[in-house]
């Protein structure tokens, strides 16, 4: 499928031909494909505690592909960072008493100590409860509140008055409270949110939260607010945390070609959690990523639009590399950034087939977004495989981009994380009903052995297919606003057999 032009792909690859235009193709070259890629993670992982995040084997992983990027003649830059890495020991508690009874509030399921919570005791303080309609999101919402209580705070959205956890504990602990509870609303009925965090707007060390911050669910938040309606309620807990400030870096790789005031930013995070050596979650991403900039100076490409690949930092610990990179950006450079593809977890055992949903972005990019969306669903459409379009909720790395003001369009693809497989989801796509898409996410498990190589390589074609009619457009913003010929022949299957997700 390619043209006669232009070199082969190694003898050793399985070309996978993802339309009649690509040549930007992937596939099992033993050498340098994502597979191979991956297993090179693993192994720098197994050297650094089984896992690649930012104190462990994130480095090694960086240092491997920068030289493989350097190799190939790329202007590789490591964006330094500061970054705050919360972790939670063992032997946190919350109780109170009331009318002398204590009652003790169980972890997981009842209560949680939030991320970035501050350390401390507290010993039979008095609690103070928030009963304004934004749970305390303005400086004002503590009348009545004595120095040394304990606020109990209720989070209802964080798009109330731009309000977030942050916002809510600082001005807590601003008021004098000692440490601070948030209840949930019957969002979270059965069990308290795990995973919730409490930082702020840069993710700097400068903004770390003093005081010791526990979560409560819809029910046990309830019953607390009851007894405290009855008389005086006494607040006893420990948080036993602790926060280290790390430095680490993205990495940031450019060739001399293209229009710079026409950049497209391909990125996947690099790090993994803690707990494991994280292939899927991000090596999946990564590889990819790694393989497409590998292929695009192989074959000497002379794109129309610049092209920076980009390997996030810390994003397990709150998207901070993505957000130090954007945040950093200045007028000119926001201007000159076309769109953000994002690559994270491609390989999920238990897949779907997802695209994020582009046409749900931030008021002036949800054209530009929808338009990476149909170029990427084109691939499926082609293939008359089944995929789906996801929440564009930000949660990845993308998140940042959209963020932005002003917002910068963004695409992205995925197959699955945490949550659990439909019935619907289980007919399109096989494997299970009611398991996980990855059963090993964020856990030691998550090792080669956990990726489905055969939609790796479907999402690997997606974003293939997507970047290399990017890179060529002539008018690319114009191609985002679905106006040019270009745009409709990209996306002709949809225009012949329509957008046809599984789940709109």
Request: aromatic fraction near 8%; glycine fraction near 8%.
């Amino acid at each position: 499928c390619l043209p006669a032009s232009l070199p082969p792909c190694p003898p050793a690859c399985r070309l996978v031909c993802v339309s009649s235009s690509s040549i930007l193709c992937t596939g099992d070259d033993p050498r340098r494909s994502p597979s191979r890629i991956a297993l090179l993670l693993v192994a720098n992982a197994t050297r650094h505690a089984g896992s690649r995040s930012v104190l462990d084997g994130y480095n090694a992983s960086a240092m491997y592909v920068t030289e493989k990027l350097q190799e190939k003649g790329y202007e590789v830059v490591h964006q330094h960072f500061e970054v705050p890495l919360n972790y939670e020991h063992d032997g946190s508690y919350l109780r109170t008493s009331f009318q002398g009874i204590e009652f003790n509030f169980r972890q997981g399921s009842q209560f949680n100590v939030m991320r970035y919570s501050g350390f401390g005791t507290v010993v039979n303080a008095t609690l103070w409860v928030n009963t304004d309609e934004e749970g305390g999101c303005r400086a004002d919402s503590f009348g009545g509140l004595q120095p040394g209580n304990v606020a109990l705070l209720t989070y209802v959205s964080r798009d109330i008055a731009n309000c977030s956890y942050y916002d809510l504990v600082s001005n807590a602990d601003s008021a004098g409270a000692q440490a601070v509870i948030i209840a949930y609303s019957d969002a979270y009925p059965t069990s308290a949110p795990s995973r919730s965090r409490i930082t702020g707007p840069t993710l700097s060390p400068s903004e770390i939260i003093p005081v010791a911050v526990f979560s409560l669910n819809y029910a046990t938040g309830q019953q607390v607010k009851s007894m405290h309606q009855q008389g005086p309620l006494l607040v006893s807990g420990f948080s036993n945390t602790e926060v280290r400030i790390a430095t680490t870096f993205n990495v940031l790789a450019t060739l001399p070609r293209g229009n710079p005031a026409n950049t497209i930013i391909v990125g996947s995070h690099l790090d993994s959690v803690p707990a494991g050596p994280g292939i899927n979650d991000n090596g999946s991403g990564s590889s990819v990523n790694l393989e497409l900039a590998l292929l695009f100076a192989d074959l000497n490409m002379q794109p129309k639009n610049k092209v920076m690949f980009a390997w996030w930092a810390a994003e397990e610990w709150g998207l901070v590399g993505s957000q130090y990179y954007v945040r950093n950006l200045t007028p000119d450079q926001v201007a000159n950034t076309s769109l953000n593809l994002n690559m994270d977890m491609l390989g999920s055992p238990n897949y779907y087939r997802g695209v994020y949903n582009g046409s749900a972005a931030p008021a002036g990019i949800e054209t530009q977004s929808a338009a990476l969306m149909k170029i990427m669903e084109e691939t499926f459409c082609e293939k008359a495989v089944p995929y789906e379009l996801l929440p564009f909720t930000g949660r990845s790395d993308y998140g940042p981009f959209i963020d932005n003001i002003p917002p910068i369009p963004a695409g992205a693809v995925a197959t699955g994380a945490d949550g659990s497989k439909t019935e619907v989801e289980r007919t399109a796509f096989g494997g299970f009903a009611n398991v996980p898409y990855d059963t090993c996410y964020h856990q030691a498990c998550d090792t080669i052995d956990n990726i489905d190589f055969g939609v790796l390589q479907d999402m690997a074609d997606a974003v293939a297919t997507a970047l290399q009619l990017l890179l060529e457009e002539e008018d690319l913003p114009k191609f985002l606003m679905q106006d040019t010929d270009s745009y409709r022949r990209a996306t002709s299957c949809l225009a012949e057999k329509g957008s046809n997700p599984i789940i709109p």
